[in-house]
């Protein structure tokens, strides 16, 4: 079953990273400019809207969740990249410098998936949509206080496992929602 997630994973982040690379081209990296705490409201806002479809089961703006399910990874990815880069003060970093950085994000937050995937025997595969929209929206709130305690943690894991964790179960949920 592995192999098959990993598959599906991989074919999800491949557009995530087509989607990435096209606005990087568009806009450059502006979102060097932002702050932590901003990049976790980005995040804030996409999966409250989720969450405001799925409770309400209609939406105003013909925008499909799965988009949002997409900027919550790559926004992840912009998050630990901002968390990889605090010592690089430039604004603007060419996409194919860049390129090796989103994939080394990847490709850890994919080790992360593989090693829970081992202890909890894909437990994800039964979970609801609405469900990782909630985990999702629970890990924004603990980002949140980390970020408000000065990201002084006693004993918790801090904002990077955070962010992998939600950049996962994005993955999972687009998936889920035949995606790819």
Known sequence: MIDQTVSEYTQVIKECKALFEKKTKDYGTAWRILRLSSITDQIFIKAQRIRSIQEKGTQKI?????????????????AILQLRLEGDKRTEIPYND??????????????????KN????????????????????????RVKQIEDN?????????????????LNYSVFALIKSNFI
């Open 62 to 78: 013909e925008e499909d969740i799965t988009n949002e399910f997409v900027g919550i990874i790559n926004y992840c990815i912009i």
């Open 98 to 115: 860049l390129e090796p950085l989103y994939d080394e994000v990847v490709n850890d937050t994919l080790d992360l998936l593989k090693n």
């Open 150 to 166: 000065a990201g002084k943690t006693l004993v918790s894991e801090g904002v990077e496992a955070n962010y992998q964790d939600m």
């Open 118 to 141: 081992h202890d909890y025997g894909e437990a994800w595969r039964d979970m609801r949509v609405s469900s990782i929209t909630d985990i999702i929206l629970m890990k924004l709130y």
